[in-house]
Each structure stands twice: as structure tokens, then as C-alpha cells.
């Protein structure tokens, strides 16, 4: 029985310090008030936390995400604007991180993203990891 824990086996996994975000992906859906969030992490050892804002065109918080010690280095969550009004272009930051009750949080990757709700579709953020 062959099990492989990753998509490409010859890429190990790596340590909380050089774990980093691959690419973060965007689409948003027609009615502009809503958009999946995707991101692709390096193969990590110990399961990181990622924490997501969103600040509209005014730098007010227009939405925010916290994913607690994801198990998987590739998934999609739904994200609603919160702002009564679409106002853009928005700007999405996201923070990969490590955090311990015992311990300060670690941050180990930073990367920040622009975007407008009036461009739907699909959008793509690949970055060097």
C-alpha cells in the first residue's frame, strides 16, 4: 500500500519557520458581495493558523477570517463584505502564523493582495516560496 501525505512526494515538509504561503486565489461571485478565499501553503510539519482582513477602499474593515491550525496546505472558505456599500478596490492581507498557549504568536509569513468586487471571476496571487 503506497499512502502519500502530499502532492508531490520529492517536496518534504517543512518547519514552522520556512513554511510560507504559495498563493493565495480569489473569485468572486456575481452578486459582488461575496468571494471564496483559496489558498495553497508550503507541505508544512506543524499545522499553522492563518488569520485574513479586509479593509475596503476607505481602509475601513470590511471582513475577516481566522483558520485555527488548518490539517490541509490547500483549501477555499466563503467570505461576505460586511461594508453596506461595495466600495473598492479592497485590500486583503493575510498572516500565517503559530501560536501556543504558553508562548508568543510567531509570525512567519505576511502577504498582501489587491482586488476589486467589480472584477468577478476567478483571481490568482502566486507568490515565491
Do not use: C
Not at 25 to 48: K, M
Amino acid at each position: 500500500m503506497d499512502i502519500k501525505f502530499f502532492d508531490d512526494p520529492l517536496e518534504q515538509p517543512r518547519g514552522r519557520e520556512d513554511t510560507r504561503f504559495r498563493q493565495i486565489g480569489l473569485f468572486i461571485y456575481p452578486e459582488r458581495r461575496v468571494f471564496a478565499f483559496g489558498v495553497e501553503l508550503t507541505p508544512f510539519v506543524e499545522r499553522p493558523s492563518i488569520e485574513v482582513h479586509v479593509r475596503n477602499g476607505a481602509g475601513e474593515p470590511a471582513g475577516s477570517l481566522h483558520v485555527i491550525e488548518t490539517l490541509t496546505p490547500n483549501f477555499s472558505l466563503t467570505m461576505h463584505l460586511r461594508d453596506a456599500a461595495t466600495l473598492n478596490p479592497y485590500e486583503l492581507t493575510a498572516v500565517l502564523y503559530y501560536a501556543w498557549p504558553d508562548q508568543d504568536r510567531i509570525e512567519v509569513d505576511r502577504q498582501t493582495v489587491h482586488f476589486s468586487m467589480d472584477e468577478g471571476g476567478e483571481h490568482r496571487f502566486p507568490f515565491d516560496a
